[in-house]
């Protein structure tokens, strides 16, 4: 009977053992196959963008990358970039943005690759591969569904919105901002399971990296918590307690720290309010217009949310006019939006995975909504980058109910078992996939994006400008005949006059005064200029651009006066300061004019002209060795204008 007993006993210890190994390879089944699921969400994010590879710089890229000094030095930029704006090196513009870390990676990329767009587009699609591949993880941790985390991260990954960000290089800020915010939302989990004090420490420094990225990431200050609340693990409340005040405090805590670091920087720089061109609503007459008008704008977020057509790089006035209370679409969109936020407070217990989704897309289009305070777009597509996971979120819960709850062991497992809701799932992602990849091919240049999206927004005093200001600019004349150059200008008059027709933008009579001046055209020119000053009394460029029609026309002392005037209003432009040396070179005033060309090329190192001014100028002083060294300078930087200077 002992013998019988201890062999019952060695029977069943086996069998628990065998047990334990079967749940443990199920386990790893299951690891692999979610590894596997993620990988395919980064592998989508690829497939969906490979084909941006071959575009140009456009757009933004112009005023952060490609004609900015600052990230033209590269590396040894670094410092200067975390000291100043996110546009302090672009002379045609100044900002109220601090984005240290994007500029800083863009003045990286130039250090090695040049003017070379490939290196940050394939960044770009890694990084958002890299989101991909993150969200699904995270999702998993607010809800541990295989189909909830899939079709959340693959909707996302592929919803057309995203165009906007991932096509346009400029955009890095938004994917590093919602990626790091990501990141750091995963590691507050991981702190609450293992309570370990690097976790949270690691969830802040990833908060801060985000914040760095783009000002937008403070909302997650508001969705931290809405995590704690809504998904906390199992653990004691004295733990729980202690554990969510440490946590939010350190959010609180590098969220101050980063507003100091923002406001001592940015304080310095003179500040105003958004142009109407830029934002209508600083058109508006009344509160109630401005109200009306905002909470409109919020219901064609949301339209395109769910319709995501037409898609259009620019929304400025008057795309979308401005509106009142009894406008029927305001009423629709203020209704909408109520009954979401009811909602998520009814559901807040009882579904929590819905009632978090609303929340997060109200909190992360709170900042954009123009409601609070105006900010310096009316609309933008890439404001929803972040605010659409909130969406997918509800949308990838919905899913799960009539899913099987059942864990998938393998991708084929997982394929049969849901395979009546991810029929659906792949049919919206392959029409939004269809899009998307449609989409990219127009933000293939400024040319593709300008030529088409004139036509989707005709009342956008910005789109015409944008096409006008492309058409006219000389490396787009160069190789053209003279005919050929005459008739693109005219074009390009034509758009520029429809910009002003729309609203008296400054920029585009700046524009038309610089084509009339290039046909010779003296007195429409000036008439433009003066339209241009008459809009924007403060513009450096427009004086900087008049002074050269009076130097042109033979009038020194007048453009010596305009020149002075934008180096007032723009203290470091350099093309002003260079342009003012020459009118001292013209009046024989040689070191003068050299005092002003060498500071010229101390805050433009890649100014060419200056180079050959300094040369010259030194030549008409009798230093021919100084003259051949700048010259040759000159030739280095621009070959193709300077190249056979002697």
């Not at 909707?155 to 590093?176: G, Q, R, W, Y």
């Not at 109200?362 to 009316?378: A, D, E, H, V």
């Not at 787009?476 to 693109?488: C, F, H, P």
């Not at 809009?535 to 002075?564: H, I, R």
């Amino acid at each position: 009977m002992a013998v019988a007993g201890k062999k019952s006993k060695i029977a069943e210890s086996r069998q628990a053992q065998q047990q334990l190994k079967a749940e443990l390879l199920k386990n790893e089944s299951v690891k692999k196959t979610n590894t596997l699921l993620a990988l395919l969400i980064a592998f989508a994010a690829i497939v969906l963008y490979g084909n941006t590879l071959n575009h140009g710089f456009v757009l933004d890229d112009y005023s952060v990358i490609l004609e900015n000094t600052v990230t033209q030095q590269g590396v040894k930029a670094i410092p200067e970039i975390f000291s100043s704006s996110y546009r302090s090196g672009y002379t045609l513009s100044t900002d109220e943005l601090y984005r240290p870390l994007p500029k800083s990676i863009f003045a990286i990329s130039w250090q090695l690759f040049g003017d070379n767009p490939l290196p940050l587009h394939l960044l770009n699609i890694l990084l958002y591969a890299i989101t991909g591949f993150i969200l699904f993880r995270f999702c998993l941790r607010l809800f541990n569904h295989q189909l909830f985390a899939f079709a959340t991260s693959l909707l996302f990954i592929a919803h057309p919105i995203h165009t906007e960000v991932v096509a346009n290089i400029k955009s890095m800020d938004e994917i590093l901002s919602f990626l790091f915010c990501i990141l750091s939302a995963r590691m507050l989990f991981v702190y609450y399971s293992n309570g370990k004090l690097s976790s949270i420490i690691l969830a802040a420094l990833f908060f801060l990296t985000a914040l760095f990225s783009k000002e937008s990431s403070i909302t997650f200050i508001a969705i931290f918590p809405l995590l704690i609340i809504l998904f906390k693990p199992e653990v004691s409340k004295q733990k729980k307690s202690h554990s969510a005040t440490l946590a939010i405090g350190l959010f609180a805590a590098v969220t101050l720290f980063f507003l100091l670091i923002r406001y001592s920087i940015l304080s310095k720089l003179p500040s105003g309010d958004p142009s109407v061109a830029d934002n209508l609503l600083m058109a508006a007459k009344s509160f109630d217009q401005r109200f009306a008008t905002a909470v409109l704008i919020l219901g064609m977020y949301l339209k395109l949310v769910f319709f995501p057509h037409p898609l259009i790089f620019d929304y400025s006035y008057n795309q979308i006019p401005l509106t009142g209370i009894s406008d029927f679409g305001f009423i629709l969109s203020l209704l909408i939006y109520v009954a979401l936020f009811v909602y998520a407070i009814w559901s807040f217990k009882k579904y929590k995975l819905i009632s978090f989704g609303i929340l997060f897309y109200l909190i992360s289009m709170s900042i954009y909504s123009n409601i609070f305070y105006i900010i310096g777009s009316s609309f933008g597509e890439r404001f929803l980058y972040t605010a659409v996971f909130g969406i997918c979120v509800v949308v990838g819960y919905l899913c799960t109910l009539i899913a099987s709850p059942e864990k998938s062991f393998s991708l084929k497992d997982f394929i049969f078992k849901n395979k009546n809701v991810l029929i659906p799932v792949f049919i919206v992602t392959v029409l939004f996939s269809v899009k998307t990849m449609a989409r990219n091919e127009v933000w293939k240049s400024n040319y593709t994006l300008y030529s088409n999206d004139v036509l989707l927004a005709p009342n956008s005093t910005r789109t015409h400008y944008y096409l006008g200001n492309y058409l006219s600019k000389d490396v787009n004349l160069k190789g053209k005949t003279a005919k050929e150059i005459d008739s693109i200008q005219l074009v390009a008059l034509a758009e520029l006059k429809k910009s002003v027709d729309i609203y008296p933008f400054g920029d585009a009579y700046n524009q038309m005064g610089i084509i009339y001046n290039k046909r010779k055209d003296y007195q429409n020119s000036f008439e433009s200029y003066q339209k241009a000053i008459e809009a924007n009394p403060s513009d450096a460029v427009v004086y900087n651009n008049l002074g050269s029609l009076y130097f042109n026309t033979g009038k020194v002392k007048e453009a010596q006066e305009m020149y002075e005037k934008a180096i007032k209003y723009n203290p470091n432009y350099p093309d002003a300061i260079m342009n003012l040396g020459s009118t001292y070179g013209m009046k024989q005033e040689y070191d003068t004019a050299l005092s002003y060309f060498f500071k010229a090329i101390k805050l433009n190192p890649n100014l060419a002209q200056a180079y050959y001014y300094i040369g010259i100028t030194y030549r008409y002083k009798g230093d021919e060795n100084n003259a051949q060294t700048y010259i040759a300078k000159a030739a280095q930087i621009d070959p193709q204008k300077f190249g056979s200077a002697k």
